[in-house]
């Protein structure tokens, strides 16, 4: 293909977003404006717009398309950023087969067959004491159809799923992984399972207020932040069971006239996770982010998840007051509203 053909093609198919991963530069951001990525920034002066296809920094004037991003951002040449930018490209027209792939595969499967579920109070123990949950947080899981204990595949194991049956994910409650040699993996999303569907949707209904966590271990922190901050009634958890899973388009409506917080992995794909889901809901949905970027855990480590942030370190916990509860904002408004 001819390099000015190529070029083109790169630009029209990809935007700046699908490249934000590789800056300080937050991946969603509904006005587009932006403390700029490139420099100290105490007002925010940089605007992503077209679609995301045209970036300007009006302090300084800069401004370029995604391969002027690309080469600042890595501090390349133009063959350098042209290369990486197919790489980006590749990258997505693969994912973008694996769901076409998926979503043939879901319409020529049986739903997956999910084990009955029920309450045990000692496995719930040895579950909340290994991940740090507040006691109620994964009863109040188990009450709203969302979480419960079996045996799967030979194993005491816990599942995620609700009543609309058509998504599960299973991980052993020792935490050890499923399988054996190279083909390890401490997470099974149940065959017939369709990972567009964000598990516990059909339980959010009524709800205005959604968490929409990336995974099933923070699916049940948020349980756990509902139960701490007395919003039980007030905010609904909702996951993707992985960061590479776009929102099926069917279930889009089922977010209209909501408040969603989105709480993505604090890694890249994290990010495009956000980007996606972000873009995806913005028109039918007032949609905020959650940033771990700025936290540690008491250990030093970095937050990565939301799971990570029930170990946020006393002192940053301290400094950071109301916003060391995630839901502060949607509670903020509960209490403005006076409900």
Known sequence: MPQKIKLERLKNELTIWDVAYLTDLPPYNKDGTYNSPFRKDCHPSFSIYNNGRLFRDFATNERGDIVDFFKRAKNCRFPEAVEGLETVFREKQEEAIQSQTSTYARKNESPPRIPALEWKETYAQILSTMRGFESGALRTAYERGTFGFCQYKGHVSWIVTDSAGICAQARRLDALP?????????????????????????????????????????????????????????????????????????????????????????????????????????????????????????????????????????????????????????????ANNGN
């Open 178 to 334: 499923f399988g054996c040699g190279e083909n390890l993996h401490k997470a099974e999303t149940l065959k017939g399972s369709t990972c567009a569907y964000p598990i516990g949707l059909s339980a959010a209904e009524g709800c205005r207020n959604i968490a929409l966590c990336e995974g099933s271990t923070d699916f049940l922190a948020a349980y756990h932040f509902m139960v701490v901050y007395d919003a039980v009634d007030t905010i609904a958890p909702v996951a993707m069971l992985g960061a590479t899973h776009r929102i099926g388009n069917e279930y889009i409506r089922h977010f209209e006239g909501k408040n969603v917080l989105i709480f993505p992995d604090n890694d890249k794909a994290g990010k495009m996770a956000l980007n996606n889901w972000g873009r995806q809901l913005e028109s039918v949905a007032e949609v905020r982010y959650f940033d771990f970027s700025q936290f540690k855990k008491s250990d030093g480590s970095p937050v990565k998840d939301l799971c990570d942030f029930i170990h946020l370190d006393p002192q940053q916990q301290k400094e950071a007051g109301a916003y060391a509860n995630p839901f502060s904002e949607i509670l903020k408004e509960r």
